[in-house]
């Protein structure tokens, strides 16, 4: 097997950390791109896809759409998760000869769920200079038109697909109090809306923003259980992002350990296991589920000894 490029890229790269920034080397240009209207164009991006020497993008046919509709001829590059170890040496020695590039996604900002954050890491530790030409982003689009809080949010991208990596992801929002904004395709949300339910709840509030700023554009309200059961008999179509509200912060937090106490104490009161796990839910706001989980992992012999 031959050494990877990128290997000779890392090396590159560490030589030319020790130096001053070249002030001779290309520009990288960050460019949002719209993410469904073509009138979000902004006249700027327009111009640096005009003038640049090359344009990245992740689908070139995608973007030769693009670039036909505004009459722009600058050759194209592509440049995705799939080829990104083998191109990245590439463009990063024309950045270095002193072209210049404009890096586009398929759709908004470069480097937000796609591979452009490899690229702009390269030119960081290369020194080359790097300027964003801003645009729409659906994240920002979905929350900001939300209803829910905007002053404090995460955004998580996509849930990984299965196994223990994307049950962790989901037990790390169970405390989270900002709100949460979440990428899905149409063929795994409903799945992504079940393993939500069952581990943040039924009733935690969750808007649903479809065709961001596309003839179809939709925001959906309400509970996950509501969400759930509309997509139980209507067909999901289109990219969804997710907006999901944060735990209440007047809500106690508890750990498993002192969740697994309570119940012990309230079963061994007599409080059934399901009573007792409904009850506890309404108090932290944690999944009934989840809790009525743990409840049937304890034996009696776990359970305290009540007086006599």
């Known amino acids: 097997m031959g050494v990877p490029p990128v ?29 469904g209207n073509l009138e979000d164009m902004t006249y700027r991006a327009i111009r640096i896809l005009q003038t640049a020497d090359f344009i990245a993008a992740e689908d070139t046919r995608h973007t030769g759409k693009l670039l036909h509709h505004f009459q722009i001829k600058t050759p194209q590059i592509s440049y995705h998760e799939h080829n990104q170890q083998q191109r990245l040496p590439e463009l990063i020695d024309k950045l270095l000869l002193g072209k210049s590039i404009a890096l586009v996604t398929d759709a908004g900002m470069p480097g937000i769920s796609d591979p452009g954050y490899e690229l702009v890491k390269a030119c960081a530790d290369a020194n080359i200079n790097i300027i964003p030409i801003p645009g729409p982003s659906a994240c920002i689009v979905g929350i900001s038109a939300s209803g829910l809080p905007t002053d404090r949010f995460v955004f998580e991208g996509f849930l990984p697909t299965k196994g223990q990596e994307r049950q962790r992801s989901l037990e790390s929002l169970q405390i989270e109090s900002r709100t949460i904004i979440l990428y899905e395709s149409p063929h795994r949300l409903r799945q992504t809306l079940q393993d939500l339910a069952n581990t943040l709840g039924s009733d935690r509030q969750i808007v649903l ?59 061994a009161e007599g409080v059934s296991r399901s009573q007792a796990s409904r009850q506890l839910a309404q108090q932290t706001s944690l999944p009934r589920r989840q809790i009525y989980q743990l409840a049937l992992t304890i034996g009696d012999n776990e359970l305290p000894e009540q007086p006599a």
């Open 209 to 267: 923003a479809r065709e961001l700023t596309k003839m179809h554009e939709e925001f959906w309200r309400g509970s996950m259980e509501s969400a759930i059961e509309l997509y139980t008999t209507r067909e999901p179509q289109g990219e969804f992002t997710l907006v999901i509200s944060g735990i209440q912060t007047d809500a106690p937090i508890f750990s498993e350990d002192a969740i697994k106490a309570e119940l012990q104490t309230l079963i």
């Open 7 to 35: 290997f000779y890229l890392r090396l590159k790269i560490k030589n030319i950390k020790k130096m001053q920034p070249n002030p001779n080397t290309g520009t990288l240009y960050i460019v949002g791109t719209p993410i």
